[in-house]
């Protein structure tokens, strides 16, 4: 399995904050107002559908040939690593979940919008809540081919601090960032 923002290497033993947080509302920037919670059990299917549908190595066809993802291994993988690992928050519109960030120790290690929703906030309303909870700094990885989401974090303070390759049986090239308190642009 590949790493971050992608299928990942389970991590070892990071404590899932059990506590119950007070949903809050926040505004988008289209004036839409979504809901942001910690993911329940019962959010798993939502919160796969969303992923699935905004992951963006489902955009390129050579990587979904290879690694033959499945919505079954997709389900058993958010819940037995992603919600597992991770602290998960989700963008609630309604009753539909539009975004989801999971957040590790000091990683975003997903952070996905529907690809109805992108484009109109609900990212960087996802990005601020992550430097709030993790406000000594943060890492996040990303393919270098996507320039949507390298351009989302680097106008958003994120330096790059390594280029690379995903792990087997990924093997496709990434980039390493680092936000830092203070970094983020005027
Ligand atoms: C990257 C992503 C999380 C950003 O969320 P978002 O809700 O679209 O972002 P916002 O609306 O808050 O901000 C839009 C910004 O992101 C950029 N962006 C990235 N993808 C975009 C998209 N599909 N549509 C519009 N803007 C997009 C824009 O350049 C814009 O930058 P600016 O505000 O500096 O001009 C989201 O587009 C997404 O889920 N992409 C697919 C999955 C992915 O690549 N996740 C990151 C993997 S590491």
Known sequence: MGHLCRRRVPARGIAVDPQPLVPRRSKVENGAVAEFRRARPEDLEAAVAVWERARW???????????????????QHFRDVVMRDCEVWLAVEGDVVVG???????????????????????????????????????????????????AFYESRGFRVVRLGMSPPPENEPDVEYAWEPGADPS
Request: charge should be positive.
């Open 57 to 75: 190595d489902a955009r390129q066809p050579h990587m979904v040939e290879r690694m033959q993802y499945t919505h079954e291994g997709n389900l």
């Open 100 to 150: 989801l960030l999971a957040l590790g120790p000091r990683k975003v290690d997903q952070l996905h919008v529907d690809p109805g929703w992108q484009g109109r906030g609900v990212g960087t309303l996802l990005m601020d809540r992550a430097k709030a909870l993790r406000p000594d700094g943060l890492t996040v990885f990303t393919f270098q081919g996507n320039q949507e989401a390298r």
